[in-house]
């Protein structure tokens, strides 16, 4: 057939396994169809690979056409005979002629020009950045043939699968409309326009779905977005996946800004502005070089150690019980040897107390009345005095902060569960009130009433000559009605300090409802100041013991209340005057941000908190948050999110005084301080500062910082904080951090800043600080990691085009899209085996302080990572949990 061509003219053959389809000089449409031409000989192919497709054509120049289209199978049997015309071939032959002939009219009815072939990097490495980009479905597809196969027997109705059922039966459950989207594409692609599928056409589809290529993928993902299957994306098209990409992924942002984001793309994509983009222009944007690669030798360093790692990490297998068992005893001791001395000591004097009490009243003559009742409730009684008077040490904050401040007792000394102290005392007044109250109420008054003349005989010294009448006698006595008093106060403050009713957790119909709360729990606890009124009445008059030297209830509780009275007259002094208000701003996620004067003398350090009070909410509500602003800084911010009624009245209050933003503005409402107006802000009185285990930040090499939403306060504080450092050449971030005044060296030397959010609006409370330290931090100290985990992971169809555009946009204007800042966002939570992992190659032998403020659902998982990596690398890693 060739050879009755002329010289200009060429015959072109193509067949399934495209070898004779070089030397084309085709349009987009042509490549477009020897693409698919070249797909055909895989699993997934069209054709089956005993059909052979013969297609003509007539090349000159710059002009084609189509002589003749027609497929041949083995037998030599013409294939576009009356007998076959009608079968399923015949219909694929017809979409491939449609596709070629539509690429040869652009060229013959003057249509818009080709664009030129580009020489595409297709090695391994360049194409494996862009393959990660277009995982499409595979990850979801987690069914087999064989186990689809039966699903669909399950499934199908009539033999076929309805479109509704395609993502259950291939395993892609739980994104409807993802899936409905991909099943779209999909039959878009093989012209199918009914809404069923036969088992064959679904073998097509989970074939496709599983190919791990890079052209099946990138075909797919471009017909997803091409809705028409002319082969060509508009802008239109490009707006609309864009905005359905936003809505799936909950970026608000970047649905209002869809137009210009459209623009962005098609600019990129479309430089000749033609109005369309084709699918060798997307391949071209996946497989463009990266300019932010790592030398080579350094990648080559860090794989290594890497695998090593990998290999150091995998759980050794041990069988034997008392292997596993030795290495479970010996990784709680190495993480909890502080706590443990201190609860030792604890319970080894309260069984000394008990112990020396229940002894002495063993050899006095009221045990030969009642018995071990009478030794069991002085025993009792005893570590009674001793907890209520230790109780309030860990509550006494000005002292614990001073002491974690100026000593080094923290080595040995947990300070930081100071408050889980608290409550473990708080235990033990429990047990010690039960074995006390009931010892008395059940034992021992019950065998004095009962006791006959002789055995009452030496009672008369203690009780009177007249025996008690009767059991209400103990009761009107001063020992009796003072502590029944105490139990019920105790009692109620105890029950009311329990996260359900603390945090207010109680079914709105719930008529108890309206005594719990915060309010409720902060009431009932400072009714301690009349237990211990009550405790001083109770422990002087006692019915066995008459020397006042011996009656020692007020000798515990001296010291105690004495220091904890002077630091509540300190802050009555120190939060006497109300700081003034610089500036307010209400952002998305329901967060204030309170900017205020630094209270002179004022002196604090990153990861440090304040108690806060506003007397147009509540006169009596102190709350705790972390300082927002660094040492370094002229003025005290905090962060504050609405949780509860105090910070919801706050918030309220505040955005009275407020404006909405302008263009240029971050957060809902905002207000400035000017001269003559801040008597429009309501007053505002601190208490603090107080320590936390963050403010230890500065004794470690490293840091890893890992923030869950507004958890991420008093670590922003901490980032500052090390920016200001650097910035100074390490001379300190000022004389208010006070980080060398104690002659405690800044250690850190790099700093990693983990932050998950699941609002892209969240990262308004702190853009002014990323954007800080992404310009100012020349050396690379600093490593920001945003994570916005309501957007799908990349890898994920549903954000495949927000990954894409988030490159372009950062890489013309270096902001990023979603957190507006020019740190790079990252979709989906972090993978934090990787994160350790990272920081182990890059810092051998070094200490890392690993330091995590949010919610509770991550401590287990970074506490025992922080174990593992510790164990089994030489990298050391030191956990430490904000209380949240």
């Known amino acids: 057939m060739a050879d009755s061509k002329t010289q200009d003219e060429k015959s072109v053959q193509m067949v399934t396994d495209h070898e004779t389809s070089s030397g084309v000089s ?28 013969e297609i003509t054509l007539d090349v000159r120049d710059d002009s084609m056409e189509i ?15 009356q007998s076959v015309r009608g079968g399923k071939l015949a219909s694929k032959l017809k979409r491939v002629t449609n596709g070629l002939r539509l690429g040869a009219s652009k060229r013959q009815t003057g249509g818009p ?128 996946i864009i905005t359905l990409s936003a809505s799936a992924n909950k970026l608000s942002k970047i649905k209002e800004r869809a137009e210009e984001y459209t623009a962005l793309i098609m600019e990129e994509l479309d430089p000749d502005g033609l109005g369309y983009i084709e699918v060798e222009n997307l391949e071209t944007l996946l497989l463009q070089p990266s300019g932010s690669a790592e030398p080579t030798n350094t990648q080559t360093q860090s794989s290594k150690l890497s695998r090593l790692l990998s290999q150091k990490l995998v759980p050794e297998k041990d069988t034997s019980l008392f292997g596993r068992l030795k290495t479970s005893v010996s990784y709680f001791i190495e993480d909890n040897w502080k706590r443990m001395w201190v609860m030792a000591l604890w319970i080894s004097i309260c069984i000394g107390l008990f112990s020396w009490k229940f002894v002495q009243y063993r050899h006095r003559a009221v045990f030969q009345v009642m018995g071990y009742c009478v030794t069991t409730a002085k025993g009792a009684a005893e570590t009674l005095k001793f907890n209520m008077a230790l109780i309030l040490l860990p509550v006494c904050r000005n002292t614990v902060t001073w002491i974690r401040s100026k000593t080094k007792l923290g080595v040995v000394v947990p300070f930081n569960d100071n408050i889980n102290f608290h409550k473990v005392i708080a235990a033990g007044v429990g047990v010690g009130v039960l074995l006390h109250v009931g010892a008395h109420l059940t034992c021992d008054f019950p065998r004095l009433l009962h006791a006959n003349d002789s055995a009452y005989e030496p009672m008369k010294q203690f009780f009177g000559q007249r025996r008690p009448p009767n059991y209400w006698w103990f009761v009107e006595g001063t020992e009796g009605w003072t502590g029944i008093v105490m139990l019920i106060i105790m009692i109620l403050a105890y029950t009311l300090a329990q996260p359900w009713f603390r945090r207010n957790r109680l079914s709105p119909k719930n008529p108890l409802r309206k005594c719990t709360g915060f309010n409720a729990f902060w009431f009932t606890h400072h009714l301690f100041i009349v237990v ?30 004495l220091l904890y009275a002077c630091e509540r007259i300190i802050r009555a002094f120190r939060s006497h005057d109300a700081v003034k208000i610089q500036r307010v701003a209400v952002y998305p996620g329901n967060v204030l941000a309170l900017f205020m004067s630094k209270p002179h003398g004022f002196r604090y350090r990153s990861g440090q908190y304040i108690f806060v009070n506003c007397k147009a909410v509540s006169p009596y509500e102190w709350h705790p948050f972390s300082i927002t602003s660094a040492p370094g800084d002229d003025y005290l911010s905090v962060h504050i999110r609405t949780r509860g009624d105090w910070t919801s009245r706050l918030r309220t209050v505040f955005s009275e005084a407020c404006k909405p933003p302008s263009n240029n503005e971050s957060g809902l409402l905002r207000a400035d301080f000017t001269k003559g107006e801040n008597s429009r802000f309501p007053k505002l009185l601190i208490d603090g500062p107080y320590g936390a285990p963050a403010q230890d930040y500065r004794e470690y090499d490293v840091l890893l910082l890992i923030g869950l939403g507004i958890g991420a306060t008093p670590l922003i504080s901490i980032v500052k904080d090390v920016l200001n450092h650097t910035q100074n050449g390490g001379e300190g971030s000022g004389s208010a951090s006070g980080s060398h005044a104690h002659g405690k060296p800044f250690m850190t030397k790099r700093a990693y800043f983990y932050w998950v959010t699941r609002e892209e609006g969240s990262f308004d409370w702190f853009r002014g600080i990323m954007n800080e330290v992404a310009e100012k931090d020349s050396e690379g100290v600093i490593e920001l990691h945003n994570h916005c985990s309501s957007v799908y992971q990349e890898g994920d169809a549903r954000s495949a085009l927000i990954v894409m555009l988030q490159e ?76 949240f």
């Open 808 to 883: 372009l946009h950062h890489a013309k204007k270096g902001v990023d899209i979603v957190s507006g800042t020019h740190v790079k966002t990252h979709f989906a939570r972090p993978n934090w085996r990787n994160v350790f992992k990272h920081v182990a190659v890059k810092h051998p032998d070094a200490r890392v302080g690993v330091f995590y403020c949010g919610e509770p659902i991550l401590v287990k998982e970074l506490k025992q990572w922080s174990k593992d990596f510790t164990h089994k690398t030489s990298t050391r890693f030191e956990f430490h949990k904000e209380n």
């Open 26 to 53: 085709s349009s987009g449409h042509l490549s477009t169809a020897s693409e698919e031409s070249s797909m055909r000989g895989k699993k997934t192919a069209r054709f089956s690979e005993e059909e052979v497709v």
């Open 113 to 240: 020009p080709a664009r030129p072939q580009r020489r595409l990097d297709r090695s391994k490495s360049a194409a494996a950045g862009a393959l990660r980009g277009l995982q499409i479905a595979t990850k979801y597809v987690i069914y087999s043939w064989p186990e689809v196969e039966k699903r669909f027997d399950v499934l199908a109705v009539d033999g076929v699968l309805i479109r509704s059922r395609f993502g259950k039966c291939i395993g892609m459950e739980g994104s409807d409309e993802f899936t409905l989207q991909m099943f779209d594409a999909l039959a878009r692609r093989r012209g199918i326009t009914k809404q069923v599928l036969t088992k064959e056409e679904l073998r097509e589809f989970w074939e496709q779905l599983t190919d791990q290529g890079f052209d099946s993928r990138l075909r797919t993902f471009f017909d997803m977005i091409d809705k028409n299957a002319d082969g060509r994306i508009t802008e239109e098209e490009v707006k609309e």
């Open 67 to 81: 002589q003749d289209i027609r497929g041949v199978g083995d037998d030599g049997m013409d294939l576009n005979s």
């Open 532 to 561: 211990y009124a009550l405790l001083v009445v109770h422990g002087y008059c006692l019915y066995l013991t008459h020397k006042w030297y011996k009656k020692t209830t007020w000798m515990y509780l001296a010291v105690p209340v």
